[in-house]
């Protein structure tokens, strides 16, 4: 058996050659043009961020201006000149933001407000705040001001260029495009950026038993829910779960249900594939029943039967496979629902977060548990928990199929090789994922 992090890197080494924007020259990858589409800043502002993960750039972008673009003040307040210090100046009329001022003559001030251009003649801004009138409005009515003795050249003023110069890159290629990043684009009045487009996963999931969309009233809004206690098929927990999980960290998803039959799941293979993945990601079929259609299909076809040394998710394969007469790699999950979500989150997750600008990681913490609980030595075993007051509690036990106790937990719980028993203040690593 392989252990985790061999497996974790056989994974990363398949999977991010053929990204967009990935290193390797897979098919429907790397940089070319059909991988790079250009969006505008605006629609990447609705359609990234970190609940999709972040657009990465594809092209470096250039500031068209200096951010600032122009000298602007950083107070409501007064413009003078610093040389003015400690007199009394007339009044003139106001700077709003938005609008090209005239020059300030000397001898004045005029009131401007926060963001509002520097005229022209002035170096230095004083706070309304410092004057009799205490604030705007009531200072417009005053027909002269005193300027604190203490103002220097420069004083609230936003120097233009100060935050980025023209010419210099706002974001490089290959940065994720964060709110942050998007903000300074427009900013600088930029419209739009080349991106690499987001990565294609086709979902496959495996299974005769498997109810369709269409029957169970998914595509129609059927609210109510099918009852399946009397027949022998199960909804598509596996594609729907793992779509959800793959939209998370920027991936767009097909989804298709096959049968147990080694020539319909290629042709349903090939006929959803194409040209347009760059993964398939399929589940179950890959143990040793007598039924397992992917292990069938695929591994005289390139894929590795590789099993881990893991609990759930022992079952592992993956590989090149030729569908649709080009190389495609293929990820291979066991099929029970725990089994794939924990598949995921321990191996494929880190490398398309990496890919969509996120943490590889989940965030983790060790901390004493609050349960005994038994786990075969031989393997790294990971449970579901919560946290309550500061000690991770199980959450249902370690069978692969409790698909609802996955759902209500916060955390999946790490229980090394080597360990067969927990006992109640052993300390233990979690991972959060809620």
Known sequence: MRTIGQHREAVQALVEPVLPGGHGAGPGSGSGSASVETVSVVDLAVASGAGRGYRVLATAVPAPTPLPAFDNSQMDGFAVRAADAGTTLRVVAPIPAGLVPPPLEPGTAAPIMTGARIPDGADAVFPVESTPAGSFPAALDTESVPVPDDLVAGTFVRVAGSDLRAGAAIAREGEPLTPAVLGALAGAGVAAVDVFRRPRVLVVSTGSELLDDDAAGVRAGVRAAVDLSAGAVIGDANGVALSAALSEVGVETRRVRVPDDPERFVDALEDAAGEWADLVLTTGGISAGAYEVVRQALEPRGLEITPVAMQPGGPQALGSVTIADRSVPVIAFPGNPVSALVSFEVFLR?????????????????????????????????????????????????????????????????????????????????WSIR
């Not at 038994?374 to 509690?393: E, F, M, W």
């Open 350 to 430: 880190p490398v398309l977060a990496r890919a969509a600008g996120l943490p590889d990681a989940r965030p983790s913490v060790d901390v004493p548990c609050a349960d005994s609980a038994s786990s075969p030595a031989g393997k790294h075993q990971v449970r579901r928990g919560t946290i309550v007051d500061g000690r991770v509690q199980f959450v249902g036990g370690p069978s692969s199929h409790l698909l609802w106790h996955y759902a209500e937990a916060t955390h999946l719980v790490h229980v090394p090789v080597g360990t067969s028993q927990v006992d109640p203040g052993d300390v233990l690593t979690v």
